[in-house]
């Protein structure tokens, strides 16, 4: 890998505008109890998750302030155990901060009840997982189509989203076949259609190609790469620098809190891990 | 998630667990056959008992004067024995009886229950046991047996007192064989009686012949047996609907005639085959009554395998749950997929169980004389019974499976 930043990646910030951004994003995470503005996804402030195991106490988060612009394509990086998946289970609503505030899309997350955070898990949020967790025994184009039957969408209209959304990966021929019957890279390429098809307003992944092989982690990024370019907001984690080359801001996790927030220092940090 | 996709997701699980589904419901099955074909069957106990004994004990379209009623279970010991005190039934009674109905089609006397049987020789051939009936000419009416050979008894044949007799077809076969019955002399206790006629077969009721009897001249019978308190009067109308009618003028009659004041209450007794049928209706009432409690036993048996199943079903798909509820179920959701799942196949186990309940009870009135009735009132209690048995034992598990936290569920393999 001759360019760590990924030549095909144009550079759509200066240092000056990053200097801006980061500014701003301080201001944001510095206002508690405050709505942040529309143009801003996703703003956290001192965000925890403490796990009780039995009297001793994990804390895999210890406040993270974080904040989000619409269109980011932002990749987490940090060792493992880090809190990184902690970190995306919160932004995607699976799960439910022990302190501090999450705001989506202008709305307070962390003190919203089980089926309120279900309803923005469905319309709000894609998640891409490692595991893919598609059903095993639906078709493609069933699996695609379940968060569309939770949103209470009649079957017709369901069927048509569901197949534009497997047109948009490529899988257009694949819509009859179960899991079982695809290979690792159509399995996500199912998963990522499913997380779009409800239209979200941030596509999460949580290292997407952590079970792939390199030449099919690569076609997936690209469809990453293609959807950050044509404007959906893009969290990734993943463990791979090339691959967090692709994304125009890296925040580094450690010991559940950020480390460090641009791309250059996280590929110094990266490269002095390597 | 609409009720439609609820419903879809549900059958599309059972579907796709076929052999497990209907291992799954095999109690529910058994159980709603039984109730079912067992409830079917006593039904057509019941009708075969009104159709085939009442009536052929007392006679289509009648019904009977006697001294007491039939069934006298349903009297306290005081009354039995007042009942006890009461004048037998005469000839005179039998006589103002049939001037009060110059419109029925056959007023008769006859012997009544115990009927007393004696053996019957014919030169060096006895059949044991033969059922003896005293009766007056029009029995034969009121009986509706029709004669194979030779006559009927005649009213002469009474006032005078003639040792002749009409036999079953069951006893003139088993005495004569080939040889021509009538004119023949047969001994019973002692007495010969010439053989004037022999009665079509009635055919088998529960696999016991009516066939085999010996009908005597009254008269003759009480020169035997002397005079009997069951002697009974039997008046036949000409169609059911007259029947209830009729009742009340014969009381009125035989008030006339045993001269009984108004307020003394009644020294007879009257009865319709009804109550005879009656009479079976309090033996196979408790039968009614046993069924649906066992039944209920097996269903709620049923109902824990269909618990038991689902509780497994749900750890089972731990994962699914895990990735629905990360797309958006909500618990509620969840829920009612899981009960809907639970109903469906109590409900599938009622329906089956019907539907082999059913056939149960169409082969057995194929295989034997009894008119088995499947009510529509065993197949709700069957049919609302499974839902309801999906519905309390689904809930468990279907709240079970709602409450699974989303990312600890989707981390179960
Ligand atoms: N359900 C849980 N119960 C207890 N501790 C947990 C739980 N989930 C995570 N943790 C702990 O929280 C910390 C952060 O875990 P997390 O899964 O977020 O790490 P990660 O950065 O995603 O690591 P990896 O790169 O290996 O996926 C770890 O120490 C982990 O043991
Ligand atoms: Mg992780």
Known sequence: MSDQFGSGNPLTTTGEHNMSNTAERKAVVQEPGATPDKSWVIVTRGLKREYDMGGEIVRALRGVD?????????????PSGSGKSTLMNLVGCLDTP??????????????????????????????????????????????????????GIGSD????????ALEKVQLEHRMTHKPNELSGGQRQRVAIARALVNDPSILLA????????????????????????????????????????HARRVVVLRDGIIASDDRRSAFKEQMGLV | MSLADVIFTALGQIRSNKLRSFFTLLGIIVSVTF????????????????????????????????????????????????????????????????????????????????????????????????????????????????????????????????????????????????????????????DLFEVIGVNATKGRVLGQSFDGYVLMPLTRFEMMFGRRATTTVSIKMRTAEEVATAIARAEEAMRMARGLRPGEP????????????????????????????????????????????????????????????????????????????????????????????????????AASPLPTRVTWWSVAIALSLGAGVGIIFGVYPARRAARLDPIAAMRAE
Do not use: C
């Open chain 1, 66 to 78: 974080l904040a989000i612009r619409r269109n980011e394509y932002v990749a987490i990086m940090g």
């Open chain 1, 98 to 151: 022990t302190a501090g505030e999450y705001w989506l899309n202008g709305m307070l997350v962390s003190t919203m009840t089980d089926d309120q955070l279900a309803r923005v898990r469905n319309k709000e949020i894609g998640f891409v997982f490692q595991t893919f967790n598609l059903l095993p025994r639906a078709t493609a184009l069933h699996n695609v189509e379940l968060p569309l039957v939770y949103a």
């Open chain 1, 157 to 164: 209209e369901r069927k048509r989203k569901a197949k534009q």
């Open chain 1, 206 to 245: 949580d290292e997407p190609t952590g079970n792939l092989d390199s030449q099919t982690s690569t076609e997936i990024m690209k469809v990453f790469e293609d959807l950050a370019t044509s404007g959906q907001t893009v969290i990734m984690v993943t463990h791979e620098a090339d691959i967090a080359a």
């Open chain 2, 35 to 190: 109730l079912v074909a067992v409830l079917a069957i006593i039904q057509g106990l019941n009708a075969y008992v009104k159709e085939n004994i009442a009536d052929a004990m007392i006679g289509a379209n009648s019904f009977q004067v006697r001294r007491t009623p039939l069934n006298v279970a349903r009297f306290v010991d005081e009354e039995v024995e007042r009942m006890g005190r009461r004048p037998l039934i005469s000839r005179g009674d039998a006589e103002a009886v049939r001037q009060a109905f110059p419109d029925a089609e056959a007023v008769s006397l006859q012997s009544g229950w115990p009927t007393p049987s004696a053996d019957v020789t014919w030169r060096n051939r006895t059949v044991g046991d033969v059922l003896l009936f005293g009766v007056t000419a029009p029995h034969q009416i009121v009986q509706d047996y029709r004669l194979e050979q030779g006559r009927a008894l005649s009213d002469v044949d009474i006032t005078q007192r003639r040792p002749v007799a009409v036999l079953g077809p069951d006893l003139a076969e088993k005495l004569f064989e080939t040889v021509d019955p009538i004119g023949q002399e047969v001994r019973i206790r002692g």
């Open chain 2, 266 to 365: 009644n020294n007879f007794a009257l009865e319709t085959s009804d109550a005879l049928v009656d009479f079976w209706k309090t033996l196979t009432q408790l039968l009614f009554a046993i069924v649906p409690a066992i039944v209920s036993i097996g269903i709620v048996v049923g109902g824990i395998v269909i618990m038991n199943i689902m509780l497994m079903s749900v750890s089972e798909r731990t994962h699914e749950i895990g990735i629905r509820k990360a797309l958006g179920a909500r618990a509620k959701d969840i829920e009612n997929q899981f009960l809907a799942e639970a109903i469906a196949l109590a409900f599938m186990g009622g329906f089956l169980g019907v539907a082999v309940g059913w056939l149960m009870a169409a082969a057995v009135a």
